[in-house]
Every structure is written in structure tokens, then in C-alpha cells.
């Protein structure tokens, strides 16, 4: 990659590589705008036959960084392996029971540890089952209003306005009669007084819902200062699951989705499961041996794994 300020950039180059850009790619002009940096209406009059009346240098260079850009990512994908999406180990398989018997209008709650595949497993499920909502808390959502617009968004409500208590009656007058589940992810960032909101929906319609977050969700409601005030929701949980770690199915069915077969790295990975980070760290550990290997031309090793772990748990794999 080249600093365009430290050598010539030709405006005519960059103009008819952005033409034939956008032609290849069907994009509109406000698509290629917030890539490259510059308003719509600037960027079409640089890619015309008249031209920009303004610093037409300036945007040339520009242009030549989204198109240094595209080539670095490009070059990423060759070395990069693919991904596998959604595999079925046997915390997923639990998280999916639980799910489904949550539908039947109970409460239920999965607490785990971080890295353990619970949301793409409630996507999964959500792809694959009709009625099934997920709305992801955050701290700015334990409040109820933010919470209720977040679920009314799931709901395919995102503009939904008015007092709480007309949301609820919204949010409860879409759910009604559905057999539907409403999946609250991250709920350790829900309030007290979002957490009864949500059990007075349940009390109301019989709606199914998943409380699913990480190990202190199941805390506060077992105990501590709050048990008393959780006392209502707890008494109707009908199936729970804490899991603080991968099993060594989950570790042997990762190594499945990523078609391992060699012994010494399934056991690295196996070992690596259980460390901070869960699944995603024996994921994200994969995918940058799997790249190392592939710069060295020769097929992954459980060294390219173990060094790569090694480079990785330096620092704390994202929760």
C-alpha cells in the first residue's frame, strides 16, 4: 500500500476507475459515498463527463485509498479461510431444547460463558422456527422503555412511540395468540423493573420467553440482595442451563465444521475450549493458523495452532 501523498495520483485514472467501479459493482453513488469518504453529490460530479468544479486531486486521493482498500481486503480473502456458521455441539443442542420448550409458553434462562455459540444458536432457531423474536439488551437498554422499543424492533415495530404502558399493550397485542418465543439476549443488562415488565407479558398473553445472557443472569435471580425481588419470575422458569465452558462435544464439533481430522490439533483445540474466550477463541485461533499455514504453503499444524493461541491469549478474547 502507497501514502497517495507521497506520490502522483492521476485525476483521469482515479475518475475512470470509479466509473467502471460503480458499473461492476451496481452500487449508487450514495453507496460508494460513505466508502470513500465523500458527500453523493461530490463523488457523481467527479465521475461525470463535466466533472467537479472543486479540488478534484483531493478526491482522486481519496478514491485511491477505497481502491488500496478493496485490493488489501482481497488479498485477505485468499489467505483468509472460510468460516463454518452454525454447527450443532451438544451445549447448542441443549440451548435449542430449551428454546423450543420455552415456546410452549414458559420462561426459561441460559447462562453461559462467554464464546460459547449461544446467539448464533438462537439465530439458528430463529431462522428455522416461525415466531420467534430476539431483541440484544444493552446497558443503554436495561431501562423498560428502551427495552420494550428494542423488543417492539424485533417485532418489526422500529418506529413505534408512546408511553410504556401503550408499548406493552403493543408489544403484547403483536405476540398474542402467536405460540411465539421472545428471546431478551444479553439480559444481564436488564433492569429490575424491565425484568417484571417482561414477566407481566408472559402473565398476560402466555408468551414464551428466553432469558439468555451471560452466568450472572441465573445469579441475580437465585440470589443475592435481589432474590426477593425476582422471586415471581423465578417461581415460573420452567427449564434453565448454566454453563460456564465448553463441553468436549462442542470442542470435536468445531473441529468437524472446520473438517480437522488430525489428532494434535483436535486436542489443542479441545484444550483451548476450555481456556477465556470458549469456542471463539478456538475460532478466532483457527482462522490465523489456518492464514499462517497457508503463507507457509503447507497444511495446519497443531503448532500453527498452539503459537497462534499462544499470540492470542496475550490478550482477552472479546466477550
Known amino acids: 500500500m502507497n501514502d497517495p501523498q507521497n506520490q ?19 452500487m449508487s453513488w450514495t453507496e460508494i459515498a460513505k466508502r470513500v469518504g465523500r458527500s453523493s453529490g461530490t463523488l457523481s460530479q467527479f465521475g461525470s463527463s463535466k466533472g467537479y468544479n472543486g479540488d478534484e486531486q483531493a478526491i482522486a486521493e481519496q ?3 477505497y481502491q488500496q482498500q478493496l485490493f488489501s481486503q482481497s488479498a485477505f480473502r485468499v489467505t483468509a479461510p472460510d468460516i463454518p456458521g452454525f454447527f450443532a455441539g451438544p451445549t447448542a ?25 449461544k446467539t448464533m444458536t438462537i439465530d439458528h432457531y430463529r431462522a ?23 423488543m417492539l424492533a424485533a417485532l418489526g415495530k422500529p418506529d413505534a412511540v408512546g408511553a410504556p404502558n401503550k408499548l406493552s399493550s403493543m408489544i ?15 439480559a444481564q443488562h436488564l433492569s429490575e ?10 402473565d398476560e398473553t402466555g408468551i414464551g420467553i428466553a432469558l439468555v ?6 445469579s441475580r435471580l437465585e440470589g443475592g440482595s435481589r432474590k426477593a425481588a425476582f422471586a415471581q419470575l423465578y417461581s415460573r422458569i420452567g427449564m434453565r442451563m448454566v454453563r460456564a465452558l465448553p463441553l468436549q462435544g462442542d470442542a470435536d464439533a468445531l473441529c468437524d465444521a472446520w473438517n480437522i481430522g488430525d489428532a494434535g490439533i483436535v486436542l489443542a483445540i479441545r484444550e483451548i475450549c ?23 504453503q503447507v497444511p495446519v499444524n497443531a503448532g500453527h495452532v498452539r503459537d497462534c493461541w499462544a499470540q492470542l491469549s496475550t490478550r482477552q478474547i472479546a466477550a
Open 193 to 202: 423493573k424491565s425484568i417484571e415488565e417482561i414477566r407481566s407479558w408472559h
Open 8 to 26: 502522483p495520483i492521476d485525476i483521469e485514472d482515479q475518475r475512470a476507475w470509479l466509473i467502471d467501479h460503480k458499473a461492476a459493482t451496481g
Open 128 to 150: 428455522s422456527i416461525a415466531n420467534v423474536w430476539k431483541a440484544t439488551m444493552r446497558p443503554s437498554s436495561s431501562g423498560v422503555m428502551n427495552m420494550q422499543l428494542a
Open 93 to 117: 443442542n441443549e440451548i435449542t431444547t430449551i428454546l423450543s420448550y420455552g415456546q410452549r409458553g414458559r420462561v426459561v434462562v441460559v447462562a453461559t460463558g462467554a464464546g460459547m455459540g
Open 213 to 218: 445472557g451471560n452466568i450472572s443472569v441465573l
Open 63 to 65: 478514491v485511491y485509498r
Open 274 to 296: 476450555q481456556k477465556p474466550g470458549g469456542l471463539r477463541g478456538a475460532t478466532m485461533t483457527l482462522e490465523l493458523a489456518h492464514m499462517i499455514a497457508a503463507s507457509e
Open 172 to 186: 403484547m397485542d403483536k405476540v398474542r395468540g402467536t405460540g411465539g418465543l421472545m428471546v431478551f439476549d444479553e
